[in-house]
Each structure stands twice: as structure tokens, then as C-alpha cells.
Nanobody, 123 residues
Framework: QAQLVESGGGLVQAGGSLRLSCAAS????????MSWFRQAPGKEREFVAA????????YYADSVKDRFSISRDNARNMVYLQMNSLKLEDTAVYYC????????????????WGQGTQVTVSS
């Protein structure tokens, strides 16, 4: 079992930045890939970014590539999502997920989820 708690969401103007954090506890999360997903109202949950177990491999959705950066700190059991140049369409609830050794973009591969943190981008 692993527990995930996201933080860092909020209201930001378009073009601004936010940094999301995810604190992991429970099972040895350093043995798992860590990912961020998001879900906007009326839309399905979608993949945002993933980082491999060591932190050296990262993957991004095309919609956030070159604007978002995922990283992890295994000593602190933390994963981060630095979001720059935010757009209106980035508005969503952002979820941290883990539970697979491989950084899949398919949400069905992940066993453990946080409660989510709201990110709202205004014009």
C-alpha cells in the first residue's frame, strides 16, 4: 500500500507558473515510477508526465512538453511537477499516481492515487 498527498495547486494567471508536490509514504515508492495525470471538468483523466524509478527517465504529454518538468527526490519520497507558461486549458485537478515499475501513460496501470489538487488558470 502507498499513500500519496498532492499540494501546490491554486489560482494563477495565464503565463504564470506553479509547482506541484506529491508526498509518498507506505511501500517503497522508490521502486515505482511516479506520474502526474489531470482531469478537467467533463473530460477524461489524461496523462501529463511520468518519471522512472531513478529519476533519469522522464516522459511528457505533447500538450505540456517544453512547459512542464517532472522530477523526484527518492530520499524524501517526493515527486514534483514544475508548470511554466500555464494556459487556460491546463485548468484541471492534478493527480499523483504510482504503483507500477514502468512509467506508463495509461492510468489503468497505476494502483495508487492521491486525492488531487486543483489548478485553475485564469485569463
Amino acid at each position: 500500500q502507498a499513500q500519496l498527498v498532492e499540494s501546490g495547486g491554486g489560482l494563477v494567471q495565464a503565463g504564470g507558473s506553479l509547482r506541484l508536490s506529491c508526498a509518498a509514504s507506505g511501500r517503497t515508492v522508490s521502486t515505482y515510477a511516479m506520474s502526474w495525470f489531470r482531469q478537467a471538468p467533463g473530460k477524461e483523466r489524461e496523462f501529463v508526465a511520468a518519471v522512472g524509478r531513478s529519476g533519469s527517465s522522464v516522459y511528457y504529454a505533447d500538450s505540456v512538453k517544453d512547459r512542464f518538468s517532472i522530477s523526484r527526490d527518492n530520499a524524501r519520497n517526493m515527486v514534483y511537477l514544475q508548470m511554466n507558461s500555464l494556459k487556460l486549458e491546463d485548468t484541471a485537478v492534478y493527480y499523483c499516481a504510482t504503483g507500477t515499475p514502468v512509467p506508463y501513460s495509461d492510468s489503468r496501470r497505476y494502483a495508487y492515487w492521491g486525492q488531487g489538487t486543483q489548478v485553475t488558470v485564469s485569463s
